[in-house]
């Protein structure tokens, strides 16, 4: 890809905005204690926070999506709070994942500096219980897909702190304790207890408070295919020039060395709503 291939989200509506960051906060609290091993006041505010910025990328790409009329089916993949997930949609007989990185920087990113960064892809050694996501590649979701994909995306966050964060009060800790205690562990298919229930439940605490650090800003860049997966080599490197950290192996590769999202919807060089080409400076 070059950079004048990458896609910008950003200057949402207000109204947008926070339906986004309010979706992915609820859905971050229901999901958590079928998420989080530890219960501690700390982990718990940065697993909340941790999910929550996952699924505000999700949502701000299904936003972009929809808006463009683009045929991608992410409703197959969606699944109940308490069950794992399905990837994150489905386009061309494809199962897609999302995968975002977060970039620490104190001015807004050119776009010859995006092209430079890198697609990474959790890949820890596999163990007899232990799988990553690189290896998981290979297990399809559903019966009639081809195989899996992944597209990389990336948003910008303060160098000294992040883009949202959340206040968590000792009450909610007391009640999802509460929750882990009460539903140790769950693998049917029936829900462990109602929506209702827990936003009722939820309700007389209180809702955590959130502060948004900057404009929620969005960068669509590449993707990968079986046709791409032997380039990506893999990494142990932690630290990606003060701007990227990790704390895990990864596959990778300089996303423009692989092809542009938008190869795969020339519709959209012509006309786009919600986005527009990052020309930049």
Request: some cysteine.
């Amino acid at each position: 890809m070059l950079s004048h291939d990458i896609i910008i989200i950003e200057d949402l509506p207000e109204r947008i905005e926070n339906s986004i960051i309010n979706k992915a906060i609820n859905y971050a609290l229901i999901s958590l204690t079928f998420t989080s091993k530890k219960m501690d006041l700390f982990s718990i505010k940065r697993k909340i926070e941790n999910i929550t910025k996952g699924r505000i990328v999700e949502l701000i790409f299904q936003h972009f999506i929809t808006q463009n009329k683009l045929p991608v089916n992410f409703s197959s993949c969606q699944t109940p709070f308490y069950l794992p997930s399905k990837r994150d949609f489905i386009m061309d007989e494809y199962e897609w994942d999302i995968k975002n990185t977060f970039v620490r920087t104190r001015t807004s990113l050119s776009p010859k500096e995006i092209i430079e960064l890198p697609a990474l892809i959790p890949n820890r050694p596999s163990s007899s219980i232990f799988t990553d996501q690189w290896e998981k590649r290979k297990e399809m979701k559903h019966k009639t897909s081809k195989g899996a994909r992944f597209v990389f995306t990336f948003m910008e966050r303060p160098k000294e702190n992040d883009f949202i964060s959340l206040k968590i009060l000792p009450q909610h800790l007391a009640f999802f304790e509460r929750i882990k205690k009460q539903y140790p562990v769950h693998h049917g298919s029936e829900p462990p207890f109602t929506e209702s229930w827990f936003w009722n439940e939820l309700s007389k605490i209180d809702f955590p408070i959130y502060h948004l650090n900057q404009k929620l800003k969005l960068y669509i860049t590449s993707w990968a295919g079986e046709d791409h997966f032997p380039f990506f080599f893999n990494t142990e490197k932690r630290n990606f020039e003060d701007r990227i950290y990790t704390k895990l192996r990864n596959k990778t590769i300089k996303i423009h060395r692989l092809p542009s999202f938008i190869s795969l919807f020339p519709k959209l060089n012509e006309k786009m709503v919600c986005g527009e080409f990052f020309l930049g400076e």
